[in-house]
């Protein structure tokens, strides 16, 4: 794995077992600033947000997103594609997703609090680990200070707890008088509009339409990333235009809500994964 220096939104990046491929892609950034060579882990990657309030740590449900631009996670690396929870693939390895979160609590979360903490740097907010199921145990890939995209567009949606009473916990000390937020059974799936060009050279300025039409689709609302009024027309300023979220039942109901959804909308060269939550929407 070659990554460039400084926060890219995943980009930037190349994962490979080609050496000559990471050399070439080094040398692209290294003029620009030094490079990160990092372990090549292989694995399912799963998200999972944390609360803190420098002490307590609660956490919230495990997402999967789908970082790679084109079907099949083919392509280069973006800030995320789609993304759907819950995981219940997670059984197999860990009997339960529950024993999953609780796991990686006692065994990433908490210790990083505790050390910060001992540290004098407390760290109170929301905590994102990107984590890879490997066959020697969970690893951590990145952690980042925020709620992560497109991952919380789908866990939001399932969570039943109020977030601003946990918010406010975790502002004023009081998480571990708070129980585990609770979520519903209920699936949610996202899938990105992306534009033109997106993830190395974007074409911005073109006008999106249909999104009334496909926000009347069940069990759809649509979440904007990179949008603008311009004279009265709506307008993709950036890579990532939009997210459209389907909740349902199952995962082919949340699923295909989403993809109905995203169909009706224009964006000329606009472009999105037709495979994000396949595999468990058929198995």
């Known amino acids: 794995v070659v990554k460039a220096d400084g926060l890219a939104a995943g980009k930037g990046v190349i994962v490979t077992e080609d050496r000559a491929a990471a050399l070439e892609h080094a040398s692209t950034y290294l003029p620009h600033g030094p490079v990160l060579v990092e372990e090549f882990l292989s694995g399912p990657e799963v998200s999972l947000f944390f ?22 996670d083919r392509g280069p690396n973006t800030g ?24 990686v609590t006692r065994t990433v979360a908490e210790p990083v609090i505790r050390e910060l903490d001992r540290d004098g740097t407390p760290f109170i907010g929301l905590l994102y680990a990107g984590l890879i199921l490997t066959e020697q145990g969970v690893r951590v890939i990145e952690f980042n200070a925020r709620f992560g995209d497109p991952e919380t567009q789908i866990v939001l949606p399932r969570l039943e707890t109020p977030l601003a009473e946990l918010l406010m916990a975790s502002a004023n000390g009081t998480l571990e008088d708070h129980a ?23 074409i911005t300025g073109r006008e999106i339409s249909g999104l009334d039409e496909a926000e009347q689709v069940d069990g759809v609302h649509i ?31 949340a699923r295909e809500r989403a993809y109905a959804a995203i169909g009706l909308i224009r964006l000329e060269g606009g472009q999105f994964r037709s495979d994000i939550a396949a595999a468990v929407a058929t198995s």
């Open 51 to 72: 609360l803190s309030d420098g002490d307590t740590v609660r956490p919230l449900a495990p997402a999967q997103d789908f970082k790679r631009a084109l079907d099949g």
């Open 80 to 103: 995320g594609m789609g993304a759907y929870s819950p995981l219940p693939w997670l059984t197999d390895g860990f009997g339960s997703v529950e024993a999953f979160v609780d796991e």
């Open 180 to 202: 585990v937020p609770a979520f519903s059974d209920e699936v949610a799936v996202t899938v990105v509009l992306a534009s033109e060009g997106y993830p190395a050279a974007t």
């Open 223 to 253: 979440t904007h990333a990179a949008t603008a009024n311009q004279d009265g027309r709506l307008i993709a300023t950036g890579g990532r235009v939009l997210n459209v979220v389907g909740t349902g039942s199952t995962f082919a109901e």
